[in-house]
């Protein structure tokens, strides 16, 4: 059940015939560039793109910018089929669905990344189908989002992407013909012994204003923490010296506790989604029918979760702690042109330095 989902206006495109002043004289005259934000959900990627849009529309009156990313692309429904389809596709080309239903004795039409029919498979086939899900959906948004920055591209506009891998996304643009020098690839992030209170904070903030509001669906703006830390070992692994200035000094035992507090965060989110859907059933907001299969998703998710957690976690400390070290320096694993730490610099100072990197 996806429940939580940032959605974005579908590409934000605007035009200014005069300027407004801002970093450095306004200017009539200019280069298009591509501009990559990439970092972990709640790291502070949609606001700096929304600023940066602004900043360059200061300096550059005249320009068109286009300002989108991966959840844009899954923002409708339309978008979602298009995904689903794909990813279904990818399991037949590879013979996984077949050989899951041939497993199980599962009818033809069943769709096995149904929260219920996961929950029957074994650890094995769930390590596969989440494999497909993970790596073959970046590559659908990558090539979708390539095309789309291709084209704005060509009629000389500005484009800001929000992404999870800024590199990844680069290389997909790389491909398309699209010169380096054109690209800035910037890695936004929170410390990581930070991460979990940053949003255990979101998640609490949207539980109350769900249950102030049901019809508002604030829901919708909480993240499932036990999921999103993985993605730090996307970006960061521990080493034994400090590759940069902001690098933190983690044991294991951190790492170790942090995806644990992680999981019990996640499950008390997934307990007050379901409370605050009775509140709604009892608002009106939901009705009972509604209710229930809202229910029957949560307890599914909990399960899949359970049976998945000791597994997920030996991956996530693997991702983050490749060489087994009893403690390290997280640094980064990626050349990216700029790496932010977005709980120390204010978003006017972020904006200040990535268009410093991109206009020089």
């Keep these: 059940m996806k429940i939580y989902k940032t959605v974005l206006n579908f590409f934000i495109v605007a035009i200014y015939l005069a300027g407004i ?44 910018i286009v300002n989108t990313g991966f959840d844009a692309l899954t923002a409708t429904k339309e978008g979602e089929e298009e995904i689903a389809r794909y990813l279904n596709e990818v399991m037949e080309k590879t013979g996984l669905r077949q050989k899951i239903i041939a497993n199980h004795n599962f009818k033809d039409d069943i769709k096995i990344r149904s929260p219920s029919t996961y929950l029957q498979l074994t650890s094995d086939e769930r390590a596969q189908v989440d494999n497909v899900m993970k790596k073959e959906s970046c590559i659908w948004k990558h090539n979708k989002l390539a095309n789309f920055a291709e084209a704005a591209f060509k009629e000389n506009h500005f484009v800001i992407l929000d992404v999870l891998d800024a590199m990844a996304m680069k290389e997909a643009l790389l491909r398309k013909g699209i010169s380096s020098g054109h690209i800035q690839t910037v890695l936004l992030y929170v410390p990581f012994t930070q991460y979990g209170e940053r949003v255990k904070q979101r998640n609490q903030k949207a539980m109350l204003e769900y249950h102030n509001n049901p019809e508002l669906k604030g829901y919708e703006n909480a993240r499932e923490i036990f999921f999103l830390i993985g993605q730090y070992g996307n970006f960061f692994e521990l080493r034994s010296e400090p590759s940069f200035d902001q690098s933190q000094l983690l044991t294991q035992k951190q790492l170790n506790d942090a995806f644990e507090g992680a999981y019990q965060d996640y499950v008390v989110l997934m307990n007050s989604l379901k409370e605050a859907h009775k509140n709604a059933l009892k608002t009106g907001n939901l009705t009972e029918d509604e209710y229930n299969q809202e229910a029957t998703d949560i307890d599914n998710e909990l399960n899949r979760a359970e049976l998945d957690k000791l597994e997920k976690i030996e991956k996530m400390i693997k991702a983050l702690n490749p060489f087994g070290l009893n403690a390290g320096y997280l640094s980064p694993k990626q050349n990216v042109d700029l790496i932010l730490d977005t709980t120390s610099l204010s978003t006017d100072e972020l904006v200040e330095k990535i268009c410093r990197n991109a206009f020089h």
Excluded: C, H
Excluded at 29 to 58: F, M, N, P
């Design 21 to 64: 002043g801002g970093l450095g004289a306004t200017d009539t005259s200019y280069e298009s560039r591509i501009i990559i934000l990439g970092g972990t959900s709640s790291s502070g990627k949609t606001t700096t793109a929304l600023a940066l849009e602004k900043r360059i529309k200061q300096r550059y009156p005249n320009a068109v």
